[in-house]
């Protein structure tokens, strides 16, 4: 498969911050890539990057074969790009809107009027083609704001957080959208500061914090990492910090934290090794005298995954 994005030592200052450093992306054509990180990981500055809107302090990036440096417009034409916010356009019925965007990437006239129809049917608005643009949900604005990035037939789509503040239902909405385009041959690169919701329609995630990529692979990848590491709760009578120093101390455990911030209470362990390593660590507890009052194992999903990711547990 060929790469479509790629960025190569990225990296964005604001004066003494780093926003985006020496980020490596590797975007396969066709891919939908889940770009995820908490909120000020440095998403919206990397996509406003791919997207030309800003220019990096060091690196390079390309989409689709042109450099973001060298050649904005080529970039232009071959990106759909989907801000973070949806702008002031409430004023203009929704079919005026989709018709103004068109006019800027120059489609004719004749061709627009069939092309606004077609976008609204793919967005599932043609009922609201009459409306004006205030009147819309949340959820339908940002499909209409979609439907706008679509405009020019773009090879690849940059959405920023598409499904940020929507209700469940919206939230499905686009998520079947996205699958829908993905179907229709484009690559998309989307972010999400919460992995469970675009995890579903991912082929591909990566995963950053603080400016650089903790982790990236398939979604068969990053499954398969969870299941090398195991986390154990453990429950106590007494004696907690004990504990946590016994156990910082046996094999197979690369993480013990409290549950609680003050530390009082529940640990939490994080685990490598199959279920001989857990049995041997309950007994091997009993065995050093101390009251366990419960241990078993907390399921692993990839939202577990993630939050582990970005605070640096996993590498
Ligand atoms: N124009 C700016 N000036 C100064 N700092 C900024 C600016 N834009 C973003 N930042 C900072 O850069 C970091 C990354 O921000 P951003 O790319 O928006 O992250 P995300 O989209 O992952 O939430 C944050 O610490 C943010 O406060
Ligand atoms: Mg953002």
């Given amino acids: 498969m060929a790469t479509i994005i790629e960025t190569r030592g990225l990296t964005k200052r604001?004066?003494?911050?780093?926003?985006?450093?020496?980020?490596?992306?590797?975007?396969?054509?066709?891919?939908?890539?889940?770009?995820?990180?908490p909120n000020g990981a440095g998403k919206t500055t990397t996509m406003r990057i791919l997207a030309t809107l800003l220019r990096?302090?060091?690196?390079?990036?390309?989409?689709?074969?042109?450099?973001?440096?060298?050649?904005?417009?080529g970039v232009r034409r071959?990106?759909?790009?989907m801000p973070d916010f949806f702008g002031v356009y409430g004023d203009m019925k929704v079919w005026e809107y989709l018709d103004f965007f068109a006019a800027c990437y120059e489609i004719p006239a004749p061709t627009r009027r069939g092309l606004v129809d077609d976008l609204l049917e793919l967005v599932d608005l043609a009922h609201r083609r009459d409306d004006y643009v205030d009147a819309l949900s949340r959820g339908m604005k940002q499909r209409l704001c979609l439907a706008r990035a679509l405009a020019h037939d773009p090879q690849v789509l940059i959405?920023?957080?598409?499904?940020?503040?929507?209700?469940?239902?919206?939230?499905?909405?686009?998520?079947?959208?996205?699958?829908?385009?993905?179907?229709?041959?484009?690559?998309?690169?989307?972010?999400?500061?919460?992995?469970?919701?675009?995890?579903?329609?991912?082929?591909?995630?990566?995963?950053?914090?603080a400016g650089r990529l903790v982790a990236a692979g398939t979604l068969e990848e990053m499954r398969q990492r969870i299941q090398a590491q195991r986390v154990v709760r453990i429950g106590l009578m007494a004696r907690a910090e004990e504990t946590m120093a016994w156990l910082e101390g046996q094999e197979g455990?690369?993480?013990?934290?409290?549950?609680?911030?003050?530390?009082?209470g529940d640990l939490r362990v994080t685990l490598a090794g199959g279920d001989e390593t857990l049995a041997q660590l309950l007994s091997g507890l009993v065995g050093a005298g101390f009251q366990v009052t419960?241990?078993?194992?907390?399921?692993?999903?990839?939202?577990?995954?993630?939050?582990?990711?970005?605070?640096?547990?996993?590498?």
């Avoid at 957080?161 to 699958?179: C, F, N, Q, T, W």
């Avoid at 934290?257 to 009082?264: C, F, L, Q, R, T």
């Avoid at 078993?296 to 996993?314: A, P, S």
């Fill in 14 to 37: 604001y004066g003494r911050l780093t926003a985006v450093a020496d980020l490596n992306l590797q975007v396969e054509e066709g891919a939908v890539y889940g770009f995820v990180g």
């Fill in 56 to 73: 990096p302090t060091a690196g390079e990036a390309w989409v689709a074969g042109h450099s973001v440096l060298k050649d904005r417009r």
């Fill in 78 to 81: 071959a990106i759909g790009y």
């Fill in 159 to 209: 959405l920023d957080e598409p499904a940020s503040g929507l209700d469940p239902r919206a939230r499905v909405e686009i998520r079947e959208l996205l699958r829908e385009l993905q179907a229709m041959g484009k690559t998309i690169f989307v972010s999400s500061h919460i992995l469970s919701e675009i995890e579903e329609v991912c082929t591909h995630i990566g995963v950053i914090e």
């Fill in 253 to 264: 455990v690369l993480e013990v934290e409290p549950v609680e911030p003050n530390g009082a």
């Fill in 294 to 315: 419960a241990f078993y194992e907390e399921t692993g999903n990839l939202e577990d995954v993630f939050m582990r990711l970005t605070k640096g547990i996993v590498s």
